[in-house]
Nanobody, 118 residues
């Protein structure tokens, strides 16, 4: 069964960095496109970034140039390096399979909270 566990969130000041990780298991990680999505308080889910099985990456305009998605297929791990954080990046961050889009299902993890505040 698919299992996704996000970690690495926290409280940081604007302009600082955080690195999120997602430990994946229960499926063929190396062959799966993976994504990060986020949900801010009172808002819907927002797509953040994708990485294909081949390593191609795409980013939402709001994070382009500040965030970097990466994957380690040997460790079944997805990462999101977040630099120059802004208060508007405050959200609960989830890793998902790209094929799921923004549709929640029972395999979604608990997410990891990122709070950017001075």
């Amino acid at each position: 069964e698919v299992h996704l566990v996000e970690s690495g969130g926290g409280l940081v000041q604007p302009g600082r960095s955080l690195r999120l990780s997602c430990a994946a298991s229960g499926f063929a990680f190396s062959g799966a496109g993976m994504s990060w999505v986020r949900q801010s308080p009172g808002k819907g889910l927002e797509w953040v970034s994708d990485i294909s099985s081949g390593g191609s990456t795409t980013y939402a305009d709001s994070v382009k140039g500040r965030f970097t998605i990466s994957r380690d297929n040997a460790k079944n791990t997805l990462c999101l390096q977040m630099n120059s954080l802004k208060p508007e990046d405050t959200a609960l961050y989830y890793c998902t399979l790209t094929s799921w889009g923004l549709r929640r299902n029972r395999y979604w993890g608990q997410g990891t909270q990122v709070t950017v505040s001075s």
